[in-house]
Protein backbone atom coordinates (compact mmCIF):
# COMPACT_ATOMS: atom_id res chain seq x y z
CA UNK A 1 0.00 0.00 0.00
CA UNK A 2 1.40 3.44 -1.04
CA UNK A 3 2.55 5.67 2.37
CA UNK A 4 1.82 9.79 2.44
CA UNK A 5 4.06 10.93 4.76
CA UNK A 6 2.40 14.41 6.10
CA UNK A 7 3.88 17.22 8.14
CA UNK A 8 1.87 20.31 9.21
CA UNK A 9 3.60 23.89 9.93
CA UNK A 10 0.97 25.69 12.71
CA UNK A 11 0.85 29.22 14.11
CA UNK A 12 2.32 28.98 17.44
CA UNK A 13 3.24 32.09 19.82
CA UNK A 14 4.56 32.50 23.45
CA UNK A 15 0.73 32.28 24.79
CA UNK A 16 -0.97 29.75 21.92
CA UNK A 17 1.31 26.46 21.78
CA UNK A 18 1.42 22.88 22.29
CA UNK A 19 3.40 23.37 25.64
CA UNK A 20 0.65 25.76 27.40
CA UNK A 21 -2.40 23.77 25.88
CA UNK A 22 -3.54 20.26 24.92
CA UNK A 23 -3.75 19.00 21.55
CA UNK A 24 -6.88 18.93 21.33
CA UNK A 25 -7.39 22.40 22.49
CA UNK A 26 -4.67 23.43 20.35
CA UNK A 27 -5.99 22.31 17.19
CA UNK A 28 -9.67 23.56 18.10
CA UNK A 29 -9.10 26.89 19.05
CA UNK A 30 -10.05 29.64 17.30
CA UNK A 31 -6.53 31.25 16.69
CA UNK A 32 -5.11 27.68 14.67
CA UNK A 33 -4.17 28.50 11.82
CA UNK A 34 -2.31 25.67 9.17
CA UNK A 35 0.74 27.90 7.35
CA UNK A 36 1.59 25.47 5.14
CA UNK A 37 1.79 21.23 4.83
CA UNK A 38 4.05 18.86 3.15
CA UNK A 39 3.60 15.18 1.76
CA UNK A 40 5.48 13.23 0.01
CA UNK A 41 4.68 10.18 -1.80
CA UNK A 42 6.69 7.11 -0.97
CA UNK A 43 10.08 7.72 -1.49
CA UNK A 44 9.26 10.37 -3.98
CA UNK A 45 10.08 14.56 -3.97
CA UNK A 46 8.24 16.22 -0.92
CA UNK A 47 5.88 18.93 -1.64
CA UNK A 48 5.17 21.72 0.40
CA UNK A 49 1.79 23.76 -0.19
CA UNK A 50 0.83 27.33 1.48
CA UNK A 51 -2.67 28.67 1.07
CA UNK A 52 -6.01 29.11 3.24
CA UNK A 53 -8.12 26.43 4.54
CA UNK A 54 -9.71 26.12 1.46
CA UNK A 55 -6.94 26.05 -1.14
CA UNK A 56 -5.07 23.96 1.83
CA UNK A 57 -8.02 21.36 1.29
CA UNK A 58 -8.19 21.28 -2.51
CA UNK A 59 -4.41 20.52 -2.05
CA UNK A 60 -4.72 18.32 0.03
CA UNK A 61 -7.60 16.08 -2.21
CA UNK A 62 -5.48 15.97 -4.46
CA UNK A 63 -3.88 12.56 -2.99
CA UNK A 64 -5.92 9.55 -2.37
CA UNK A 65 -5.62 9.36 0.85
CA UNK A 66 -8.31 6.55 0.84
CA UNK A 67 -6.23 4.17 -0.76
CA UNK A 68 -3.18 5.21 1.32
CA UNK A 69 -1.49 4.80 4.56
CA UNK A 70 -0.51 8.24 6.07
CA UNK A 71 2.71 8.78 7.50
CA UNK A 72 3.64 11.16 10.40
CA UNK A 73 6.17 12.00 13.41
CA UNK A 74 3.52 12.49 16.54
CA UNK A 75 0.68 11.02 14.16
CA UNK A 76 -2.09 12.23 16.30
CA UNK A 77 -1.46 15.46 15.83
CA UNK A 78 -1.30 15.26 12.76
CA UNK A 79 -4.04 12.95 12.32
CA UNK A 80 -6.16 15.75 14.57
CA UNK A 81 -5.65 18.57 11.98
CA UNK A 82 -6.52 16.18 8.78
CA UNK A 83 -9.56 15.18 9.72
CA UNK A 84 -10.72 17.47 12.23
CA UNK A 85 -10.19 20.67 9.64
CA UNK A 86 -10.21 18.99 6.64
CA UNK A 87 -12.32 16.11 6.90
CA UNK A 88 -9.73 13.73 5.12
CA UNK A 89 -9.50 10.21 6.57
CA UNK A 90 -6.60 7.98 5.54
CA UNK A 91 -7.24 4.33 5.01
CA UNK A 92 -4.94 3.60 7.94
CA UNK A 93 -1.71 6.04 10.11
CA UNK A 94 1.46 4.89 10.60
CA UNK A 95 3.36 6.58 13.56
CA UNK A 96 7.36 6.83 13.74
CA UNK A 97 7.03 8.40 17.40
CA UNK A 98 5.32 5.37 18.51
CA UNK A 99 7.89 3.01 16.65
CA UNK A 100 10.56 5.11 18.53
CA UNK A 101 9.12 4.62 21.90
CA UNK A 102 8.60 0.52 21.43
CA UNK A 103 12.16 -0.11 20.18
CA UNK A 104 13.73 2.44 22.40
CA UNK A 105 11.94 3.43 25.47
CA UNK A 106 14.03 6.33 26.96
CA UNK A 107 17.58 5.94 25.67
CA UNK A 108 17.33 7.64 22.27
CA UNK A 109 14.62 10.15 23.25
CA UNK A 110 11.22 10.52 20.88
CA UNK A 111 11.84 13.49 18.92
CA UNK A 112 12.43 13.27 15.17
CA UNK A 113 16.10 15.32 15.73
CA UNK A 114 17.29 12.72 18.52
CA UNK A 115 15.98 9.74 16.63
CA UNK A 116 17.36 10.62 12.86
CA UNK A 117 20.56 11.53 15.01
CA UNK A 118 20.75 8.06 16.26
CA UNK A 119 19.98 6.38 12.92
CA UNK A 120 22.24 8.57 11.29
CA UNK A 121 19.71 9.88 8.78
CA UNK A 122 20.31 13.74 8.87
CA UNK A 123 19.89 16.79 10.11
CA UNK A 124 16.48 18.20 11.53
CA UNK A 125 16.32 22.39 11.23
CA UNK A 126 15.80 24.54 13.07
CA UNK A 127 13.55 27.01 11.09
CA UNK A 128 10.82 26.99 13.25
CA UNK A 129 12.29 28.46 16.28
CA UNK A 130 12.26 31.69 13.76
CA UNK A 131 7.96 30.94 13.29
CA UNK A 132 7.38 32.01 16.97
CA UNK A 133 4.16 34.80 16.67
CA UNK A 134 4.17 34.65 13.15
CA UNK A 135 0.76 34.01 11.04
CA UNK A 136 0.79 33.22 7.28
CA UNK A 137 0.08 36.65 6.45
CA UNK A 138 3.42 37.43 8.41
CA UNK A 139 5.70 35.28 6.60
CA UNK A 140 7.87 37.09 3.63
CA UNK A 141 8.37 35.56 0.67
CA UNK A 142 11.30 34.19 0.68
CA UNK A 143 11.22 33.02 4.72
CA UNK A 144 7.86 30.86 3.63
CA UNK A 145 9.92 29.23 0.95
CA UNK A 146 12.79 28.54 3.13
CA UNK A 147 10.15 27.19 5.76
CA UNK A 148 8.42 25.11 3.40
CA UNK A 149 12.10 23.87 2.65
CA UNK A 150 12.40 22.93 6.73
CA UNK A 151 8.54 21.23 6.45
CA UNK A 152 10.02 18.96 3.40
CA UNK A 153 13.58 18.24 5.03
CA UNK A 154 11.12 16.94 8.45
CA UNK A 155 8.58 14.98 6.19
CA UNK A 156 11.75 13.34 4.09
CA UNK A 157 13.43 12.77 7.19
CA UNK A 158 10.47 10.84 8.48
CA UNK A 159 10.01 8.85 6.21
CA UNK A 160 13.86 7.62 5.69
CA UNK A 161 13.02 6.92 9.77
CA UNK A 162 9.80 4.54 8.90
CA UNK A 163 12.16 2.67 6.99
CA UNK A 164 15.12 2.39 9.16
CA UNK A 165 12.87 1.47 12.27
CA UNK A 166 9.84 -0.77 9.68
CA UNK A 167 12.21 -3.60 8.86
CA UNK A 168 12.45 -4.77 13.14
CA UNK A 169 8.45 -3.66 14.00
CA UNK A 170 6.38 -6.55 14.26
CA UNK A 171 3.26 -5.56 12.12
CA UNK A 172 0.97 -6.47 14.15
CA UNK A 173 2.27 -3.48 16.41
CA UNK A 174 1.78 -0.95 13.34
CA UNK A 175 -2.28 -1.93 13.27
CA UNK A 176 -2.37 -1.14 17.07
CA UNK A 177 -0.59 1.95 16.60
CA UNK A 178 -3.37 3.05 13.90
CA UNK A 179 -5.93 1.85 16.30
CA UNK A 180 -4.37 4.27 19.06
CA UNK A 181 -3.77 7.02 16.17
CA UNK A 182 -7.52 7.01 15.35
CA UNK A 183 -8.75 6.83 18.83
CA UNK A 184 -7.64 10.33 18.82
CA UNK A 185 -7.89 11.60 15.34
CA UNK A 186 -10.91 10.05 14.36
CA UNK A 187 -13.30 10.69 17.87
CA UNK A 188 -17.24 9.45 18.55
CA UNK A 189 -17.70 9.50 21.98
CA UNK A 190 -19.62 12.18 22.93
CA UNK A 191 -19.85 13.96 26.31
CA UNK A 192 -22.87 14.66 28.60
CA UNK A 193 -22.08 18.34 29.74
CA UNK A 194 -25.11 18.63 31.80
CA UNK A 195 -24.10 15.72 34.24
CA UNK A 196 -20.73 17.14 34.02
CA UNK A 197 -21.78 20.59 34.89
CA UNK A 198 -23.80 18.64 38.02
CA UNK A 199 -20.58 17.00 38.92
CA UNK A 200 -18.46 19.72 39.36
CA UNK A 201 -20.68 21.42 41.64
CA UNK A 202 -21.07 18.42 43.93
CA UNK A 203 -17.61 17.97 44.23
CA UNK A 204 -16.93 21.29 44.89
CA UNK A 205 -19.90 21.52 47.51
CA UNK A 206 -18.40 18.75 49.37
CA UNK A 207 -14.57 19.92 49.16
CA UNK A 208 -15.50 23.33 50.93
CA UNK A 209 -17.80 21.24 53.51
CA UNK A 210 -14.95 18.74 54.26
CA UNK A 211 -12.09 21.36 54.48
CA UNK A 212 -14.56 23.84 56.43
CA UNK A 213 -13.92 21.35 59.15
CA UNK A 214 -10.25 20.90 59.85
CA UNK A 215 -8.26 24.18 60.10
CA UNK A 216 -4.61 24.65 58.79
CA UNK A 217 -3.02 23.40 61.79
CA UNK A 218 -4.96 20.15 61.97
CA UNK A 219 -3.90 19.90 57.63
CA UNK A 220 -0.07 20.29 58.67
CA UNK A 221 0.50 18.69 61.38
CA UNK A 222 1.91 15.21 60.33
CA UNK A 223 0.24 13.02 63.31
CA UNK A 224 -2.98 14.81 62.96
CA UNK A 225 -2.96 14.57 59.33
CA UNK A 226 -2.24 10.88 59.16
CA UNK A 227 -4.89 10.09 61.76
CA UNK A 228 -6.95 11.76 59.21
CA UNK A 229 -6.09 9.65 56.53
CA UNK A 230 -6.81 6.62 58.52
CA UNK A 231 -10.21 7.61 58.99
CA UNK A 232 -11.18 8.13 55.06
CA UNK A 233 -9.61 4.19 55.11
CA UNK A 234 -5.82 5.38 53.84
CA UNK A 235 -2.48 3.95 55.36
CA UNK A 236 -0.19 7.37 55.27
CA UNK A 237 2.67 6.75 53.28
CA UNK A 238 6.38 6.26 54.97
CA UNK A 239 9.88 7.02 54.22
CA UNK A 240 13.24 7.01 55.89
CA UNK A 241 13.83 10.50 56.90
CA UNK A 242 17.60 11.19 55.60
CA UNK A 243 18.23 13.59 58.29
CA UNK A 244 17.53 11.05 61.17
CA UNK A 245 17.43 7.76 59.20
CA UNK A 246 14.18 6.80 61.33
CA UNK A 247 10.93 6.14 59.74
CA UNK A 248 8.75 9.72 58.93
CA UNK A 249 5.73 9.80 57.18
CA UNK A 250 6.12 10.88 53.57
CA UNK A 251 3.82 14.10 53.24
CA UNK A 252 6.12 16.21 51.11
CA UNK A 253 5.80 17.18 47.19
CA UNK A 254 8.36 14.90 46.50
CA UNK A 255 6.97 11.87 47.93
CA UNK A 256 5.36 10.33 45.02
CA UNK A 257 2.86 7.58 47.07
CA UNK A 258 1.67 10.70 48.52
CA UNK A 259 1.21 12.48 45.26
CA UNK A 260 -0.84 9.56 44.16
CA UNK A 261 -3.69 10.20 46.65
CA UNK A 262 -4.50 13.21 44.72
CA UNK A 263 -5.82 10.52 42.07
CA UNK A 264 -7.88 8.42 44.65
CA UNK A 265 -10.87 6.86 44.12
CA UNK A 266 -12.47 8.86 46.93
CA UNK A 267 -12.96 13.05 46.01
CA UNK A 268 -12.78 13.64 49.61
CA UNK A 269 -9.09 12.34 49.80
CA UNK A 270 -8.07 14.29 46.89
CA UNK A 271 -9.47 17.63 49.20
CA UNK A 272 -7.22 16.60 51.57
CA UNK A 273 -4.00 15.85 50.03
CA UNK A 274 -4.57 18.67 47.83
CA UNK A 275 -4.93 21.35 50.80
CA UNK A 276 -2.00 19.62 52.02
CA UNK A 277 0.38 20.62 49.51
CA UNK A 278 -1.38 23.94 48.82
CA UNK A 279 -3.23 23.30 45.47
CA UNK A 280 -6.61 24.61 44.86
CA UNK A 281 -8.01 22.85 42.85
CA UNK A 282 -8.18 18.71 43.07
CA UNK A 283 -7.81 16.51 40.45
CA UNK A 284 -11.65 15.48 40.11
CA UNK A 285 -12.36 19.46 39.57
CA UNK A 286 -9.93 20.25 37.09
CA UNK A 287 -10.36 16.59 34.99
CA UNK A 288 -14.31 17.35 35.17
CA UNK A 289 -13.59 21.30 34.13
CA UNK A 290 -11.15 19.82 31.25
CA UNK A 291 -13.98 17.60 30.28
CA UNK A 292 -16.77 20.40 29.59
CA UNK A 293 -14.08 22.22 27.98
CA UNK A 294 -13.70 19.18 25.08
CA UNK A 295 -17.63 18.89 25.62
CA UNK A 296 -17.96 22.69 24.05
CA UNK A 297 -15.63 22.23 21.55
CA UNK A 298 -17.08 18.67 19.93
CA UNK A 299 -16.55 15.19 20.26
CA UNK A 300 -14.24 13.14 22.37
CA UNK A 301 -10.50 12.47 21.26
CA UNK A 302 -9.52 9.21 23.67
CA UNK A 303 -5.79 10.29 24.12
CA UNK A 304 -3.58 7.27 24.19
CA UNK A 305 -0.09 7.22 24.51
CA UNK A 306 1.12 3.50 22.74
CA UNK A 307 4.10 2.22 24.44
CA UNK A 308 4.00 4.77 27.37
CA UNK A 309 5.45 1.82 29.77
CA UNK A 310 8.53 -0.11 29.13
CA UNK A 311 6.04 -3.13 29.26
CA UNK A 312 4.12 -1.76 26.23
CA UNK A 313 0.82 -0.56 28.38
CA UNK A 314 -0.66 2.37 27.03
CA UNK A 315 -0.74 5.64 29.26
CA UNK A 316 -2.99 8.34 29.66
CA UNK A 317 -2.32 11.76 27.13
CA UNK A 318 -3.01 15.39 26.09
CA UNK A 319 -3.48 15.94 30.13
CA UNK A 320 -6.28 13.95 30.16
CA UNK A 321 -5.84 10.47 31.79
CA UNK A 322 -8.62 8.40 31.05
CA UNK A 323 -6.62 5.43 32.55
CA UNK A 324 -6.97 6.44 36.01
CA UNK A 325 -10.63 6.91 35.95
CA UNK A 326 -11.92 5.51 39.38
CA UNK A 327 -14.04 1.88 38.86
CA UNK A 328 -17.35 4.43 39.74
CA UNK A 329 -16.45 7.53 38.78
CA UNK A 330 -19.60 10.01 37.87
CA UNK A 331 -17.56 11.32 34.61
CA UNK A 332 -17.78 7.96 33.16
CA UNK A 333 -21.76 8.25 32.94
CA UNK A 334 -21.18 11.44 30.77
CA UNK A 335 -18.97 9.43 28.18
CA UNK A 336 -21.76 8.42 25.51
CA UNK A 337 -21.69 6.49 22.41
CA UNK A 338 -23.11 7.94 19.39
CA UNK A 339 -26.90 7.85 18.68
CA UNK A 340 -27.99 4.40 18.27
CA UNK A 341 -24.90 2.89 19.43
CA UNK A 342 -24.23 1.26 23.19
CA UNK A 343 -20.85 1.59 25.09
CA UNK A 344 -19.63 -2.18 25.66
CA UNK A 345 -16.86 -2.80 28.00
CA UNK A 346 -14.82 -5.88 28.32
CA UNK A 347 -12.66 -6.65 31.35
CA UNK A 348 -9.74 -9.32 31.17
CA UNK A 349 -10.71 -11.76 34.29
CA UNK A 350 -7.28 -11.93 36.53
CA UNK A 351 -5.12 -11.66 33.75
CA UNK A 352 -2.05 -10.91 35.22
CA UNK A 353 -2.24 -13.58 38.05
CA UNK A 354 -3.48 -16.46 35.39
CA UNK A 355 -0.32 -15.60 33.36
CA UNK A 356 2.15 -15.52 36.29
CA UNK A 357 0.57 -19.23 36.86
CA UNK A 358 1.02 -20.23 33.10
CA UNK A 359 4.52 -18.75 32.93
CA UNK A 360 5.64 -20.21 36.31
CA UNK A 361 4.23 -23.68 35.65
CA UNK A 362 1.78 -23.43 38.11
CA UNK A 363 -0.09 -26.16 36.93
CA UNK A 364 -3.18 -26.71 40.02
CA UNK A 365 -3.71 -23.29 39.56
CA UNK A 366 -3.60 -22.77 35.80
CA UNK A 367 -6.12 -25.86 35.81
CA UNK A 368 -8.20 -23.93 38.56
CA UNK A 369 -8.43 -20.82 36.96
CA UNK A 370 -9.21 -23.26 33.46
CA UNK A 371 -11.94 -24.94 35.34
CA UNK A 372 -13.80 -22.05 36.42
CA UNK A 373 -13.13 -22.47 40.21
CA UNK A 374 -12.78 -20.07 42.73
CA UNK A 375 -9.11 -19.62 43.39
CA UNK A 376 -9.79 -16.71 45.77
CA UNK A 377 -11.58 -19.00 48.10
CA UNK A 378 -8.62 -21.87 47.43
CA UNK A 379 -5.85 -19.98 48.72
CA UNK A 380 -7.83 -18.64 51.57
CA UNK A 381 -8.64 -22.45 52.35
CA UNK A 382 -4.71 -22.97 52.49
CA UNK A 383 -4.28 -20.14 54.53
CA UNK A 384 -7.06 -20.90 57.06
CA UNK A 385 -6.20 -24.57 57.11
CA UNK A 386 -10.59 -24.72 56.13
CA UNK A 387 -12.59 -26.75 53.61
CA UNK A 388 -13.12 -23.94 50.61
CA UNK A 389 -16.96 -24.42 51.15
CA UNK A 390 -16.57 -23.15 54.84
CA UNK A 391 -14.30 -19.69 53.42
CA UNK A 392 -16.94 -16.76 54.35
CA UNK A 393 -16.58 -13.66 52.65
CA UNK A 394 -13.87 -12.01 54.79
CA UNK A 395 -11.60 -14.89 54.22
CA UNK A 396 -11.85 -14.93 50.86
CA UNK A 397 -11.02 -11.41 50.15
CA UNK A 398 -7.54 -11.82 52.12
CA UNK A 399 -7.41 -15.19 49.78
CA UNK A 400 -8.05 -12.81 47.12
CA UNK A 401 -5.33 -9.46 48.01
CA UNK A 402 -2.89 -12.66 48.32
CA UNK A 403 -3.32 -13.96 44.68
CA UNK A 404 -3.37 -10.63 43.29
CA UNK A 405 -0.45 -9.18 45.25
CA UNK A 406 1.40 -11.83 46.60
CA UNK A 407 2.64 -13.01 43.04
CA UNK A 408 5.66 -10.87 42.41
CA UNK A 409 7.89 -10.96 45.97
CA UNK A 410 6.02 -8.61 47.86
CA UNK A 411 6.85 -9.19 52.05
CA UNK A 412 4.88 -9.01 54.80
CA UNK A 413 4.96 -5.77 55.66
CA UNK A 414 4.17 -4.45 52.64
CA UNK A 415 1.18 -6.81 52.45
CA UNK A 416 0.13 -5.44 55.94
CA UNK A 417 -0.16 -1.92 54.67
CA UNK A 418 -1.78 -2.89 51.37
CA UNK A 419 -4.80 -5.02 53.19
CA UNK A 420 -4.88 -2.25 56.21
CA UNK A 421 -5.75 0.36 52.57
CA UNK A 422 -8.14 -2.33 52.04
CA UNK A 423 -9.75 -2.09 55.64
CA UNK A 424 -8.17 -5.70 56.94
CA UNK A 425 -6.34 -5.16 59.75
CA UNK A 426 -3.62 -8.38 60.58
CA UNK A 427 -0.27 -8.27 62.75
CA UNK A 428 2.95 -8.23 61.21
CA UNK A 429 3.14 -12.07 62.23
CA UNK A 430 0.04 -13.05 60.75
CA UNK A 431 1.02 -11.13 57.01
CA UNK A 432 4.04 -12.86 57.22
CA UNK A 433 2.28 -16.44 57.74
CA UNK A 434 0.30 -15.90 54.95
CA UNK A 435 3.29 -14.97 52.27
CA UNK A 436 4.68 -18.34 53.72
CA UNK A 437 1.56 -19.97 52.91
CA UNK A 438 1.36 -18.40 49.13
CA UNK A 439 4.51 -19.39 48.52
CA UNK A 440 4.73 -23.14 49.53
CA UNK A 441 1.45 -23.55 48.18
CA UNK A 442 2.19 -22.29 44.72
CA UNK A 443 6.20 -23.07 44.69
CA UNK A 444 6.97 -22.68 41.39
CA UNK A 445 6.43 -19.01 41.50
CA UNK A 446 9.17 -18.05 43.90
CA UNK A 447 11.33 -20.52 41.81
CA UNK A 448 10.51 -18.23 38.82
CA UNK A 449 11.40 -15.08 40.63
CA UNK A 450 14.72 -16.75 41.59
CA UNK A 451 15.19 -17.86 37.80
CA UNK A 452 14.30 -13.94 36.67
CA UNK A 453 16.96 -12.53 39.15
CA UNK A 454 19.67 -14.87 38.06
CA UNK A 455 19.02 -13.57 34.01
CA UNK A 456 19.38 -10.21 35.15
CA UNK A 457 22.97 -11.12 35.31
CA UNK A 458 23.12 -12.30 31.47
CA UNK A 459 21.43 -9.41 30.51
CA UNK A 460 25.19 -7.74 32.42
CA UNK A 461 26.89 -10.05 30.62
CA UNK A 462 25.42 -9.51 27.11
CA UNK A 463 24.91 -13.32 27.46
CA UNK A 464 21.95 -15.94 25.79
CA UNK A 465 19.21 -17.15 28.26
CA UNK A 466 15.85 -18.45 28.80
CA UNK A 467 13.45 -19.06 31.39
CA UNK A 468 10.22 -19.21 31.96
CA UNK A 469 7.29 -21.80 30.93
CA UNK A 470 9.43 -23.98 28.14
CA UNK A 471 12.07 -20.70 28.10
CA UNK A 472 9.73 -19.18 26.00
CA UNK A 473 11.36 -15.74 27.99
CA UNK A 474 14.38 -15.57 25.86
CA UNK A 475 17.35 -12.83 27.48
CA UNK A 476 19.31 -11.66 23.89
CA UNK A 477 21.81 -9.84 26.29
CA UNK A 478 22.45 -6.28 26.50
CA UNK A 479 18.96 -6.13 24.32
CA UNK A 480 16.82 -6.99 26.74
CA UNK A 481 13.88 -9.63 26.94
CA UNK A 482 12.47 -10.69 23.69
CA UNK A 483 8.67 -10.68 23.80
CA UNK A 484 6.51 -13.22 21.56
CA UNK A 485 5.35 -10.18 19.43
CA UNK A 486 9.15 -9.43 18.62
CA UNK A 487 9.68 -6.31 20.61
CA UNK A 488 11.69 -6.17 23.52
CA UNK A 489 11.00 -5.39 27.24
CA UNK A 490 14.49 -3.82 28.22
CA UNK A 491 16.09 -2.27 31.21
CA UNK A 492 18.63 0.58 29.70
CA UNK A 493 22.11 0.50 31.40
CA UNK A 494 21.47 -2.31 33.61
CA UNK A 495 24.20 -2.53 36.56
CA UNK A 496 25.23 -3.07 39.89
CA UNK A 497 25.00 -0.48 42.49
CA UNK A 498 25.92 -0.56 46.11
CA UNK A 499 23.36 0.95 48.47
CA UNK A 500 23.57 1.10 52.22
CA UNK A 501 20.66 -0.30 54.23
CA UNK A 502 20.38 -0.28 58.27
CA UNK A 503 24.33 0.16 58.08
CA UNK A 504 25.00 -2.72 55.90
CA UNK A 505 26.15 -2.52 51.77
CA UNK A 506 23.93 -4.75 49.73
CA UNK A 507 24.77 -4.72 46.07
CA UNK A 508 21.77 -4.32 43.64
CA UNK A 509 20.70 -4.56 39.90
CA UNK A 510 19.64 -0.97 38.69
CA UNK A 511 18.50 0.47 35.42
CA UNK A 512 17.98 3.78 34.36
CA UNK A 513 14.51 5.47 33.76
CA UNK A 514 12.67 8.61 32.74
CA UNK A 515 10.98 10.74 35.67
CA UNK A 516 10.43 13.87 33.83
CA UNK A 517 13.28 15.38 32.40
CA UNK A 518 15.43 13.41 34.31
CA UNK A 519 17.10 10.04 34.25
CA UNK A 520 17.12 8.18 37.89
CA UNK A 521 18.20 4.91 38.92
CA UNK A 522 15.51 2.49 39.76
CA UNK A 523 16.38 -1.35 41.35
CA UNK A 524 15.09 -4.37 39.71
CA UNK A 525 14.58 -8.21 41.10
CA UNK A 526 13.55 -11.13 40.36
CA UNK A 527 10.15 -10.65 41.14
CA UNK A 528 9.60 -6.99 39.91
CA UNK A 529 11.44 -8.70 36.27
CA UNK A 530 8.45 -11.08 36.68
CA UNK A 531 5.79 -8.15 37.22
CA UNK A 532 7.10 -6.82 34.23
CA UNK A 533 7.10 -9.83 31.99
CA UNK A 534 3.70 -10.79 33.49
CA UNK A 535 2.05 -7.12 32.51
CA UNK A 536 4.04 -7.22 29.01
CA UNK A 537 2.46 -10.39 28.15
CA UNK A 538 -0.69 -9.35 29.56
CA UNK A 539 -0.66 -6.63 27.10
CA UNK A 540 0.03 -8.22 24.05
CA UNK A 541 -2.48 -10.28 24.78
CA UNK A 542 -4.84 -7.07 24.76
CA UNK A 543 -3.66 -5.93 22.19
CA UNK A 544 -4.08 -8.91 19.90
CA UNK A 545 -7.92 -8.99 20.91
CA UNK A 546 -8.11 -5.43 20.54
CA UNK A 547 -7.64 -5.87 16.56
CA UNK A 548 -10.00 -8.81 16.64
CA UNK A 549 -12.46 -6.93 18.20
CA UNK A 550 -11.61 -3.79 15.70
CA UNK A 551 -12.63 -6.45 12.40
CA UNK A 552 -16.48 -6.00 13.24
CA UNK A 553 -16.73 -2.80 15.91
CA UNK A 554 -15.05 -0.01 16.28
CA UNK A 555 -12.66 0.31 19.04
CA UNK A 556 -12.92 3.44 21.09
CA UNK A 557 -10.31 2.95 23.78
CA UNK A 558 -8.61 0.54 26.22
CA UNK A 559 -7.60 0.97 30.05
CA UNK A 560 -5.19 -1.24 31.35
CA UNK A 561 -6.46 -5.09 30.73
CA UNK A 562 -10.23 -3.78 29.06
CA UNK A 563 -11.10 -3.05 25.86
CA UNK A 564 -13.99 -0.41 25.21
CA UNK A 565 -15.94 -0.28 21.97
CA UNK A 566 -19.26 0.83 20.30
CA UNK A 567 -21.67 -1.44 19.15
CA UNK A 568 -25.15 -1.18 17.36
CA UNK A 569 -27.70 -0.67 19.96
CA UNK A 570 -29.64 -3.68 18.08
CA UNK A 571 -26.76 -5.90 17.90
CA UNK A 572 -25.72 -5.91 21.27
CA UNK A 573 -25.99 -9.33 22.84
CA UNK A 574 -24.68 -10.43 19.39
CA UNK A 575 -21.73 -7.93 20.16
CA UNK A 576 -21.42 -8.76 23.30
CA UNK A 577 -20.98 -12.85 22.52
CA UNK A 578 -18.30 -11.99 20.08
CA UNK A 579 -16.12 -9.66 22.12
CA UNK A 580 -16.17 -12.44 24.75
CA UNK A 581 -14.83 -14.94 22.15
CA UNK A 582 -12.21 -12.67 21.08
CA UNK A 583 -11.41 -12.40 24.48
CA UNK A 584 -10.95 -15.78 25.77
CA UNK A 585 -9.05 -16.79 22.47
CA UNK A 586 -5.49 -17.95 23.90
CA UNK A 587 -2.54 -16.74 22.18
CA UNK A 588 -0.60 -18.99 19.48
CA UNK A 589 2.52 -18.55 21.89
CA UNK A 590 0.67 -19.63 24.61
CA UNK A 591 -2.30 -22.36 24.27
CA UNK A 592 -2.25 -23.38 27.46
CA UNK A 593 -3.08 -19.98 29.32
CA UNK A 594 -6.62 -20.09 30.74
CA UNK A 595 -8.17 -16.74 29.42
CA UNK A 596 -11.88 -15.27 30.80
CA UNK A 597 -13.57 -12.03 30.62
CA UNK A 598 -16.34 -9.62 32.34
CA UNK A 599 -18.46 -8.00 29.72
CA UNK A 600 -21.23 -5.42 29.72
CA UNK A 601 -22.65 -2.98 27.52
CA UNK A 602 -24.86 0.43 28.75
CA UNK A 603 -26.26 3.56 27.20
CA UNK A 604 -22.97 5.27 29.12
CA UNK A 605 -19.57 3.52 29.55
CA UNK A 606 -20.44 4.11 33.45
CA UNK A 607 -23.41 1.79 32.90
CA UNK A 608 -21.86 -0.84 31.42
Known sequence: MRILTIDFETYYSSAFSLTKMTTEEYVRHPDFEVIGVAVQEDGGEPVWFSGDAQETYQFLKSYEWDKCLALAHNAPFDGAILTWKFGIKPKGWLDTLSMGRALHGTEVGGSLAALTHYYDLGEKGTEVLKALGLRRQDFAHDALAQYGEYCKNDVALTWKLFNAMAAEFPPEELRLIDLTVQMFSDPVLQLDARTLHVHLMMVQQRKAELLANFDKDTLMSNPQFADLLRTYGVEPPTKISLTTGK???????????????????????????????????????????????????GTLPVPLRYYAAHTGRWGGDDKLNLQNLPRNSPLKKAILPPRGYVFLDSDSSQIEARTLAWLSGQEDLVEAFDRGEDVYKIMASAIYGKDVAQINKDERFVGKTTILGAGYGMGAKKFQTQLKNFGVELELEETKRVIDTYRQTYPYIPQLWQDAHAILGAIIGDQYAEFGRNGIMKVEGRKGILLPNGLYLKYPNLRFEETEQDGKLRTEFVYDTRRGKQTVPNRIYGGKVIENVCQALARIVIGKQMLMVAKKYRVVMTVHDAIGCIVPEAEADQAKEYVELCMRLRPEWAPELPLNCEAGYGASYGEC
Open 247 to 297: QTYAFSKTDEAFKELLEHEDTQVQALVAARLGTKSTIEETRTERFLGIAER
